[in-house]
């Protein structure tokens, strides 16, 4: 059981390059969502999904967009790089417990360095 | 404007001895608050959550105090252990707003030996 993988653990890229960045959780969860973690500002909510094929903007959406084809994989895409971008990405993956709130399990992270 | 804020961005404390890290919000919306605990090169991974209707949530040497009327919750951690040495983030969560968390900035705790 891997829970949350993301890839790459480390990306350089040119301003104006474009990229993905990889998800995937094994645990059958339906609800994924990406943050970015910037000093002192915490972690971010840039997209979520709450299940295959459905897919909702968070807080700071602007310059990525995302899909959910599979339960299992929420891919995160750079469409043109900009140096604020310059981050550390999370994935995270929750279920619905019944509870009011779920516990999220998060992926380790991708840095991602704008140039 | 950050909704949730942890203005401590470090503590340091002696191994045997209390922290008390400190976490404010504006939202009186926010129904369900949890802290998260951070190691370097991982994901954060959660630690401990309180409801709103609640002052108080004990979870081993973790507790969790919650403030309604000043908009404010702590998170002692007793004894410390230098284990116990992370980034240590509040989140809060709106009850009109899905399954979505608001996190503050983040606490660095440093538990010396």
């Known amino acids: 059981n891997a829970g949350v993988t993301q890839t790459p653990k480390f990306q350089v890229l040119k301003t104006g390059q474009s990229m993905t960045l990889q998800c995937a959780q094994d645990m059958n969860h339906e609800y994924m969502s990406w943050y970015r973690q910037d000093p002192g500002m915490g972690l971010r909510l840039i997209h979520y999904s709450v299940g295959a094929g459905i897919t909702d903007q968070g807080e700071v959406p602007n310059g990525y967009n995302v899909s959910r084809s599979t339960t299992e994989d929420f891919p995160l895409r750079l469409l043109s790089a900009a140096p604020s971008q310059t981050s550390v990405y999370f994935c995270a993956s929750s279920s619905p417990s019944g509870r009011a709130v779920d516990t999220q399990y998060f992926g380790p992270g991708t840095r991602l360095t704008v140039l | 404007d950050q909704q949730v804020k942890q203005n401590s961005p470090s503590l340091s404390v002696q191994e045997g001895r209390i922290s008390i890290l400190n976490c404010d919000y504006t939202?009186?919306?926010?129904?369900?608050f949890l802290w998260y605990k951070k190691y370097p090169a991982e994901g954060p991974t959660f630690l401990i959550s309180i409801s709103s209707i609640k002052d108080k949530n004990e979870d081993g040497r973790f507790t969790v105090f919650l403030n309604k009327s000043a908009k404010h919750l702590s998170l002692h951690i007793v004894p410390s252990q230098p284990g116990d040495s992370a980034v240590y983030f509040c989140a809060a969560h709106d009850n009109n707003a899905g399954n979505m968390l608001t996190f503050g900035g983040g606490t660095r705790l440093m538990v010396k030996p």
């Open positions: 939202n009186s919306m926010f129904d369900y």
